[in-house]
């Protein structure tokens, strides 16, 4: 025998649950006392109901006897029942506390291992980000040693350039030197055969000029 307030009730939230979670075990506890003191009333009244057929009725009558008789089994049966309804609610009590407990425990768990999951993942992204922010250092330290060099390759090439246009420049300045040079010594030849071709007799007999062919 149960009370309506033993039926299934909805499920709490955890959050409500955690507020309130000696409250299940306090409310057994009022239940148990509540049925057992019905029981206990009945069996006090059924003890009453005994003493008094024992005092007033017991004439030593078969009927008497049987009366009292079946007083004594009713008290013996509203003991038991009582004994009965005791163990039986201490159980259900015991086994919805086990099973608070053992909810409250897998979703104690449940948390640990999302906060588990969490803080994996929260490593495995500071891990990707200090390889990443090593990537992107070696990155430019490539990039400007890369850029280095293309800066010291643009020097030698405009350096060579430069010495490539000198010299250049050189050999055509040293080739108009050699070409008025020459002119010059033809210019110069024609001036001499040409004086040496209208001067007097005496200066050709005096001083020996040869001829060079033009």
């Known amino acids: 025998m149960s009370p309506s307030g033993w039926n299934h009730k909805p499920r709490r939230s955890r959050s409500c649950r955690s507020r309130t979670n000696?409250?299940?075990?306090e409310?057994?506890?009022?239940?148990?006392?509540?049925i057992q003191r019905r029981f206990e009333k009945e069996l006090n009244r059924s003890e009453r109901e005994l003493r008094?057929?024992?005092?007033?009725?017991?004439?030593?009558?078969?009927a008497s006897r049987r009366y009292i008789a079946n007083l004594r089994n009713k008290v013996k049966?509203?003991?038991?029942?009582?004994?009965?309804?005791?163990?039986?609610?201490?159980?259900?009590?015991?086994?919805?506390?086990?099973d608070e407990e053992r909810e409250l425990s897998e979703q104690k768990l449940r948390e640990q291992e999302i906060e588990n999951e969490r803080f994996h993942r929260q490593t495995v992204n500071q891990i990707i980000r200090e390889?990443?922010?090593m990537c992107e250092e070696k990155?430019?330290?490539?990039q400007s040693l890369y850029n280095?060099?293309?800066?010291?390759?643009?020097?030698r090439l405009q350096a060579q350039q430069r010495l490539q246009t000198f010299e250049s420049l050189n050999i055509s300045q040293m080739k108009?030197?050699?070409?008025?040079?020459?002119?010059?010594?033809?210019?110069?030849?024609?001036?001499?055969?040409?004086?040496?071709?209208?001067?007097?007799?005496?200066?050709r007999s005096t001083v020996y000029i040869p001829r060079f062919g033009v």
């Open 131 to 133: 390889r990443d922010a």
């Open 176 to 203: 108009d030197r050699l070409t008025r040079v020459e002119q010059s010594n033809y210019l110069l030849r024609r001036s001499v055969y040409d004086l040496i071709d209208h001067q007097q007799p005496v200066y």
């Open 139 to 142: 990155l430019a330290r490539q």
């Open 27 to 34: 409310s057994h506890r009022q239940n148990i006392e509540r």
């Open 77 to 98: 049966y509203d003991y038991n029942q009582l004994m009965q309804e005791k163990v039986h609610e201490v159980e259900k009590c015991l086994s919805e506390i086990y």
């Open 52 to 62: 008094w057929a024992e005092e007033n009725l017991d004439d030593g009558s078969v």
């Open 22 to 25: 000696r409250e299940p075990v």
């Open 148 to 155: 280095k060099l293309l800066n010291e390759q643009a020097i």
